[in-house]
């Protein structure tokens, strides 16, 4: 999907419903990881202190010399990220000889089969968005079955109390804010199966990429402004810009537990809780969230299983 990012920690409680109808958790929402420029350089040796049995699961150690983030990283197990973070490094990220380094411990999960990145944070409460960082993932964060992932947060990496007041407080307010109102029944649909949303060349296609990485959708590049079709006769479920990276973004509902994802428009023409019809137009085409040039991206899932839209796509 581009240069993405997640959104925020306690989304509004519409975004929420957006993502339980559409588990957006393993699309490409890239984002940036943050890498200590010494990340390559070999370390030499570490110091008996830092090195000794006593200090493995260790919540601090002394860095010894030739200690790098990332060897500390590797050594104690811990993710790149969170200990810059519970540290309050700046790049080059560079560790003195005597320096006390914090090695913040967050929950760990081991991902199972089925699930995705952002319903494991969803799970437990942790932002999508730090969890990322912490794990040193890239775009699409796809995850794999076994794999541990940090469940480190921005309330679980060192910062102060005044953080997690701060955060206590975000998830109050969001708690206070009434649910939005439910939406119709997605209409029958026509029974001729699903449109081509836009008229382009697929420039990103499904399924797994190079380095372990995945789209759940397809990226279709075309001209700035194109008219978005709804792929089907539905009812819009979310209308909006709140997540993080997608720009505008719609989400359509169809019967049988179809749902279809429009992001990166530039206009969205229709409102939450509308219904359309097959063909007609909803958006166009823009370069919203974290993409430079004009493109949908598009997806297609059937209750939270995301499918291949080449594979049910038709003419318009």
Known sequence: MGDNRFMMSFPPLAVCL?????????VEWPLPRVVPQDANRPSAAPTKQSSAPVFVGAAAVVAGRGDTVYGLSRRHRVPVRAIIEANRLRPPYHLNVGQRVVLPRARQHTVKRGETFYGIARRYGVSPYDMARANGLRPPYDIKVGQKLSLAGKTATGGKAAKTKTA???????????????????????????????????????G??????????????????????AAENG??????????????????????GWVTAYAHTDQILVKRGARVAKGQKIATVGSTGNVKNPQLHFEMRRGRIAKDPKKHLRGA
């Open 18 to 26: 957006a993502l339980m109808l559409s588990s957006c958790g393993s």
């Open 168 to 206: 206590v407080r975000s998830i109050r307010r969001t708690r206070t804010k009434p649910p939005p109102p439910a939406v119709a029944r997605p209409p029958a649909t026509t029974g001729k199966g699903f449109i081509w949303p836009v008229r382009g060349r697929v420039i990103s296609g499904f």
């Open 208 to 229: 797994a990429k190079a380095k372990g990485l995945r789209n759940d959708g397809i990226n279709i590049a075309s001209r700035r402004g194109a008219p978005v079709a």
């Open 235 to 256: 009812v819009v479920v979310y209308a909006g810009n709140e997540l993080r990276g997608f720009g505008n973004l719609l989400l359509v509902k169809h019967t049988g």
